[in-house]
């Protein structure tokens, strides 16, 4: 029970900061005056969470925690878990109290929204500009965290252990606030320049403030369904590509670059795998395309540069559908799709530093069998902090995160195979989509799609932004806290 509550006031300022967020929307109904309709649905539910935040801020004070940092990473592991479900909750209520969607798709649009996916069972050409805006932001924010949110504003002692446990490993600067200011105003900043970038090449403002801000949080959200394919301009898929790359990139390693410091910039592993790969993948899938698509070699070159890229960074913009597309290319999407960006970015997947470190150790152990048994060589990777070795507990972990996360690739999968009673391929793409929060559908998710399948995709997108070993630990404490407070009940 102590445990459970060590974060009382976090809790409160946590709930404070999503009501002000869901507010938001509320501040483009200038510019379309016909949907002042829609104010209550963001007003009720910002107001609850604004009260609801300062009663616990005023009578939920216990005393904070002096144990070691594992301890406090398990309880903000739970401080976590209570924002994600909280703010998904919040997210969601807009669309319910507006009639726009029923509860189960709702939930669905926050969770895809918060966690950065882009899946949507919304007609987006039908909808309000409102909500359209309340999908980006959502997106938008969803990409630094909640907690990462809190920290820029307060800060106690637990800060680290929160910050690490909502899967942020590196810290720009000794301060861990001024880490997350940094973070916060690079991030502000891309979209300045992002959506100036979108207006010069032909885009409307509204249209280039979403995709700015979908792009940069790795989303996919758009304002067209037909996504980025529906502008038909090699400007704006350039500068969609650019920005899906900015947002896939690792903070530290983007500090490093806005910096100046290129060299060091190129010198991170992480950074040299990402392009390594474009460079193997890009013109393969182009030479498939080509020949599968009937297309010329520079229109194959031209559709899978941007859909590899979308598929990489999980950001989930298309240019066009899957459903022709060859099983090869597909196959290579759905390889990208479960590798996915930067740990310490905005994107999902397993990452970019996970799949190097997994790589590195078996070609070094199949090294390690060719050679004489006194041979000793150590792993090493660079990240934007200098050389790291890789050691016994890392690899460990990393191994530990592979399997369980290529084990519930499979749950997934066959869950919605069945519920949506499709192909094993068509399955495969949209669950490692929403594991891998990336948002591309080959045409089982949408408006149509049954509930049960929704749930299932809900349960990965979940899992795949609060990177499975969170959810665990922060249902652990969720289970202590209650049979704590059962066997206290019990005595009395």
């Known amino acids: 029970m102590k445990l459970a509550f060590k974060y009382g006031n976090h809790y409160g300022k946590l709930a404070v900061i999503i009501g002000v967020l869901i507010a938001v929307p509320i501040l483009i109904l200038p510019f379309y005056p016909d949907e002042v309709k829609y104010i209550p649905s963001f007003l009720i539910p910002s107001i609850l969470s604004i009260v609801f935040g300062f009663f616990l801020c005023k009578y939920l004070h216990v005393k904070q925690s002096q144990g070691g940092f594992r301890?406090?990473?398990?309880?903000?592991?739970?401080?976590?878990?209570?924002?994600?479900?909280?703010?998904?909750?919040?997210?969601?209520?807009?669309?319910?109290?507006?009639?726009?969607?029923?509860?189960?798709?709702?939930?669905?649009?926050?969770?895809?929204?918060?966690?950065?996916?882009?899946?949507?069972?919304?007609?987006?050409?039908?909808?309000?500009?409102?909500?359209?805006?309340?999908?980006?932001?959502?997106?938008?924010?969803?990409?630094?965290?909640?907690?990462?949110?809190?920290?820029?504003?307060?800060?106690?002692?637990?800060?680290?252990?929160?910050?690490?446990?909502?899967?942020?490993?590196?810290?720009?600067?000794?301060?861990?606030?001024k880490t997350a200011q940094t973070i916060c105003i690079m991030y502000c900043g891309f979209l300045v320049v992002g959506v100036l970038m979108y207006l010069v090449c032909g885009m409307n403002l509204f249209d280039s403030i979403i995709h700015t801000m979908c792009s940069l949080s790795t989303g996919g959200f758009s304002t067209r369904a037909d996504s980025i394919g529906y502008y038909d301009s090699p400007a704006i898929e350039a500068v969609t590509i650019v920005q899906m790359l900015v947002g896939t990139t690792n903070f530290a390693a983007l500090l490093l670059l806005t910096k100046g410091k290129i060299m060091q910039f190129i010198e991170v592993s992480e950074v040299r795998f990402l392009f390594m790969l474009l460079i193997v993948f890009v013109p393969v899938t182009a030479f498939i395309l080509t020949y599968g698509l009937y297309v010329n070699l520079a229109e194959g070159l031209r559709l899978s540069?941007?859909?590899?890229?979308?598929?990489?960074?999980?950001?989930?913009?298309?240019?066009?559908?899957?459903?022709?597309?060859?099983?090869?290319?597909?196959?290579?999407?759905?390889?990208?799709?479960?590798?996915?960006?930067?740990?310490?970015?905005?994107?999902?997947?397993?990452?970019?530093?996970?799949?190097?470190?997994?790589?590195?150790?078996?070609?070094?152990?199949?090294?390690?069998?060719?050679?004489?048994?006194?041979?000793?060589?150590?792993?090493?990777?660079?990240?934007?902090?200098?050389?790291?070795?890789?050691?016994?507990?890392?690899?460990?972990?990393?191994?530990?995160?592979?399997?369980?996360?290529?084990?519930?690739?499979?749950?997934?999968?066959?869950?919605v195979s069945i519920t949506a009673n499709c192909d094993l391929t068509s399955a495969m793409f949209d669950f490692a989509s929403s594991l891998g929060t990336v948002g591309l559908s080959i045409g089982i998710t949408g408006p149509a799609t049954n509930m049960a399948t929704l749930i299932v995709e809900i349960i990965g997108m979940f899992m795949g932004r609060l990177e499975i070993f969170i959810v665990f630990i922060g249902v652990h404490e969720l289970y202590s806290y209650a049979r704590s407070f059962i066997r206290l009940k019990w005595k009395k």
């Open 71 to 177: 301890d406090n990473l398990r309880v903000g592991s739970f401080a976590v878990l209570f924002a994600w479900v909280y703010g998904i909750t919040m997210g969601a209520l807009p669309f319910v109290l507006s009639g726009l969607l029923n509860p189960i798709q709702a939930v669905f649009e926050a969770v895809s929204g918060w966690t950065t996916t882009g899946l949507s069972v919304m007609d987006v050409e039908a909808t309000p500009y409102i909500f359209l805006f309340h999908r980006g932001f959502m997106q938008f924010c969803g990409g630094l965290g909640f907690l990462m949110m809190m920290i820029i504003f307060v800060q106690g002692k637990q800060a680290m252990a929160l910050y690490s446990a909502e899967g942020h490993p590196d810290k720009l600067l000794p301060n861990i606030r």
């Open 305 to 415: 540069l941007f859909n590899i890229v979308s598929a990489l960074s999980t950001t989930g913009y298309s240019t066009m559908p899957y459903q022709d597309w060859p099983q090869a290319a597909l196959g290579i999407m759905i390889i990208m799709m479960l590798i996915g960006g930067g740990i310490g970015s905005t994107a999902g997947g397993l990452k970019l530093t996970r799949i190097y470190i997994m790589l590195r150790s078996t070609i070094d152990d199949i090294r390690m069998r060719l050679k004489p048994a006194r041979s000793i060589r150590k792993i090493t990777y660079i990240t934007a902090h200098g050389k790291e070795e890789v050691d016994d507990r890392l690899l460990k972990n990393t191994s530990s995160f592979f399997v369980c996360y290529l084990v519930l690739f499979c749950i997934g999968t066959i869950a």
